[in-house]
């Protein structure tokens, strides 16, 4: 060690005093230059190097500042970005590390909320689609049936004005032939067009074609959908209730006797008698049959409706009392 004072070596004590700590026997002073011996000066010492600068525009904070110690990073705030990702680290590697992130069993129970949240909204969907389908079926397709059944009116009564004779007689499919009144289910009358497939009784009640026409002796059997708009309050109808039937030449007035449920293949419902097969009808026998599916919502079983003639009244500019309710 040189004998020359360093500053660098200061311990900020004063040599030249010994305040009990040993500092004059461990490091005594040096002794002074012989006679006639130049003093040499001490060595320059050299400068700090500079403190390198800190990165300000760090945009987590990651860096302590030269007066302060960070404990915790900052966040990015609204606006704002993260930093970059390393560019000397391949996009294939960083997905992978994510991917193995979201593997990790560590992260199983945020996979089991995410999947609650995924039935749970599933679920939620299908309610809505549930309720959606229910309105329709009741709002929906009742304005597309009374639209339907607008037109047929005008239908039957241009068909009315221009026949010659009564359309009951040879009626075509499809083609709208009577009305029927049920002033305990709705106000305004069905038109009932001829034939039971699909596309006749999409929006209206329709006719057995094998079966007798309104008044004739046997049975007058119709079929309608389970839907608001038609035939889904038949089950309302009870003995001694009446059902008028209008054609272009009478009124017809049914009496309600019974009602059941019975299979589709209960074909015997629909007989020239009622739940008869094989039998001929009588003078007496003057059937009306009323069909749709049940329950709501499904087609296993069919309900019906029998009534029996109790009037015939010629048609004229007035309904009968029992058409108005």
Avoid at 38 to 52: G, H, Q, S
Avoid at 187 to 200: A, H, M, N, R
Avoid at 243 to 272: C, D, G, K, Q, R
Wanted: with cysteine.
């Amino acid at each position: 060690m040189s004998d020359r004072y360093d500053p660098r070596y200061d311990d900020g004590f004063d040599d030249d005093y010994d305040f009990g700590y040993g500092y004059d026997d461990q490091r005594p002073p040096p002794p002074p230059p012989a006679r006639g011996v130049a003093r040499v000066p001490p060595e320059p010492i050299p400068p700090r190097p500079p403190r390198e600068p800190v990165d300000e525009s760090d945009p987590l904070s990651l860096i302590p500042g030269p007066d302060e110690t960070t404990l915790l990073p900052r966040l990015p705030g609204r606006g704002e970005r993260g930093p970059e990702p390393d560019p000397e680290v391949p996009e294939a590697r960083r997905r992978r590390a994510i991917r193995r992130h979201r593997d990790d069993p560590a992260a199983s129970g945020a996979g089991g909320r995410r999947a609650v949240r995924v039935f749970a909204e599933v679920f939620v969907t299908l309610g809505a689609v549930v309720l959606l389908f229910s309105a329709y079926m009741i709002w929906g397709t009742s304005a597309e049936i009374t639209a339907a059944q607008d037109e047929k009116e005008t239908e039957l009564i241009e068909d009315w004005a221009d026949a010659e004779e009564d359309p009951t007689l040879d009626p075509l499919p499809g083609e709208a032939i009577a009305r029927l009144y049920m002033p305990q289910i709705r106000p305004e009358p069905w038109i009932i067009v001829e034939g039971t497939d699909l596309d006749d009784i999409e929006t209206a009640p329709g006719h057995f074609e094998d079966s007798a026409m309104p008044g004739e002796t046997g049975n007058f059997a119709l079929a309608g959908h389970n839907v608001p708009a038609i035939f889904r309050h038949i089950d309302v109808l009870k003995a001694g209730d009446v059902v008028v039937v209008e054609t272009m030449s009478n009124f017809y007035i049914y009496e309600i006797t019974e009602s059941a449920i019975l299979s589709p293949t209960a074909l015997e419902a629909v007989a020239p008698v009622p739940n008869q097969p094989g039998v001929e009808p009588g003078e007496d026998d003057r059937w009306l049959t009323l069909m749709t599916c049940h329950p709501w919502w499904d087609n296993y079983e069919r309900y019906f409706v029998w009534g029996n003639l109790l009037d015939t009244r010629e048609r004229g500019d007035e309904l009968p009392p029992e058409a108005l309710g």
